[in-house]
C-alpha cells in the first residue's frame, strides 16, 4: 500500500509500507475523510524528534476493512470515526482521570509517534471496541472528523479552564483548535469570551462561535488590552496557538485565583518562562495546566451527540475541500503554507 508521510525530518512524499497486520482486539480502517493538521506539519519539520519512514496524519472517518477475531461491535463495511487519541485501555495510567499517556508522556497519540497514521490505503486501529465510534445517521462524515481533534482538543482546553458562569475568558490563537475553545467556552457559560486572531475568516468565525470581542497582537500588547478591558484581568486564559511567549502572556493577563489552560503544541526548542511577578511571587493562587486531547470511543461519543443535537456545528472550521486519495498531498501543503483564507482542508477519498 502507499501512504503520504516523511522520509526524514524535512523531506515529505508518498511511502511504499506493507499494508498493517490486524490484532485479535483491533481493526483495519480504509479513510473515507482526512484532514490534515497543523501537529502533522509540526512533526515534519522536526517539532516532535526525529522521524524516518512515517506515514503522517491523525484525523479520519473511515470504513473497516477487517477486524480480529476478538472484536465484537464492530465488522468489515461499518462506517467508523477514529479518535486521534487511541489509548491501550489496558494501561494502568488509563484508569486515572488523564487517557492520553498511557504509557508515557502522550503516548495515547499512537498516530505519528509509535505507529503509521492516517494517510494511508489502510490504517490500523489498536483495541477497536474501546476506540471506534459508528458513525451517527445525522452527522455528516466531514462534520465528524472535526471531532477527533479540533473539537476535542478545542473543548479540553475550556474543561482545563475551569469555566464558570458569567466568566470572562480569553481564548490566544483562533485558528481552528481555537475557535472550538470558544465554542466550548461559550457553552460552558462564560460571559465574556476575547479571542485574539487577526485573520478575517476566523474572525468572522470566532464571532459566530460566541466571542464577544476580539482583539490583535497589531494592535497593542494583547496584556494590555485585556487589562484595559477587564481592569483586572479575565477569569481563564485558554491557549490554543502562538509561541513561548504566549504562555507568559496568558499568565499576565490572567487575575489571582484565575485558571491558564494550554492545548497549544509548543516546539522542542522552545523555553516556557515567566517573571516572578506574573505568578505574584508564587502567591497568586493561579492555575497552569496544559493537557492533551483525551483518547477512546466515549470522548468522541460525547463530541458527535454535541452535533447531532446541533450545539456546534464543525463545519465552519471546514475552508478548503479536496477529493481523492491523491489529494492528500495538497491538502498537507496548504496546511503546511497556511494561506490568510485557510481554517481546516478536508479530503474526501
Request: net charge negative; charged share 20%.
Amino acid at each position: 500500500m502507499k501512504g503520504y508521510g516523511m522520509f526524514s525530518i524535512n523531506n515529505a512524499g508518498w511511502i511504499e509500507k506493507d499494508r498493517p497486520v490486524c490484532g485479535s482486539l483491533d481493526a483495519i480502517v480504509e479513510p473515507m475523510v482526512v484532514a490534515p493538521c497543523s501537529s502533522d506539519t509540526h512533526v515534519l519539520h522536526g517539532g516532535n524528534g526525529e522521524k524516518t519512514n512515517l506515514i503522517l496524519g491523525h484525523e479520519a472517518v473511515g470504513k473497516i476493512a477487517e477486524v480480529g477475531n476478538l472484536v465484537k461491535d464492530f465488522k468489515p463495511g461499518d462506517v467508523v470515526v477514529v479518535p486521534c487519541c487511541t489509548p491501550n485501555w489496558l494501561s494502568l495510567n488509563t484508569q486515572g482521570e488523564y487517557t492520553a499517556h498511557d504509557e508515557g508522556l502522550m503516548a495515547s497519540f499512537k498516530f505519528l509517534g509509535s505507529k503509521d497514521g492516517t494517510f494511508a490505503e489502510y490504517f490500523h486501529v489498536n483495541q477497536a471496541d474501546a476506540n471506534l465510534v459508528l458513525l451517527p445517521e445525522k452527522v455528516a462524515p466531514e462534520a465528524a472528523v472535526m471531532t477527533v481533534d479540533m473539537m476535542s482538543t478545542g473543548f479540553h482546553g475550556v474543561e482545563n479552564a475551569d469555566i464558570g458562569f458569567g466568566d470572562t475568558v480569553v481564548v490566544i490563537g483562533i485558528g481552528p483548535v481555537g475557535l472550538m475553545a470558544v465554542a466550548g467556552a461559550k457553552l460552558k457559560g462564560a460571559g465574556r469570551i476575547i479571542a485574539v486572531g487577526t485573520r478575517p475568516n476566523c474572525v468572522a468565525v470566532a464571532k459566530e462561535y460566541g466571542a464577544t470581542d476580539i482583539i490583535s497582537y497589531k494592535e497593542g500588547d494583547i496584556v494590555k488590552q485585556v487589562l484595559e478591558m477587564t481592569k483586572d484581568g479575565a477569569d481563564s486564559a485558554i491557549i490554543a496557538g502562538g509561541n513561548a511567549e504566549s504562555f507568559r502572556q496568558a499568565v499576565d493577563m490572567t487575575k489571582p485565583g484565575g485558571c491558564i489552560s494550554n492545548v497549544n503544541f509548543f516546539d522542542l526548542s522552545e523555553t516556557l518562562a515567566m517573571p516572578a511577578f506574573s505568578w505574584g511571587l508564587g502567591m497568586a493562587d493561579k492555575t497552569i495546566r496544559g493537557g492533551f486531547c483525551p483518547g477512546g470511543a466515549l470522548r468522541i461519543s460525547k463530541m458527535l451527540q454535541m452535533i447531532e443535537n446541533k450545539r456546534v456545528d464543525t463545519t465552519k472550521l471546514i475552508t478548503h475541500t479536496f477529493n481523492g486519495f491523491d489529494k492528500i498531498e495538497d491538502a498537507f501543503k496548504l496546511m503546511d503554507e497556511k494561506p490568510r483564507d485557510l481554517i481546516k482542508p478536508v479530503v474526501f477519498i
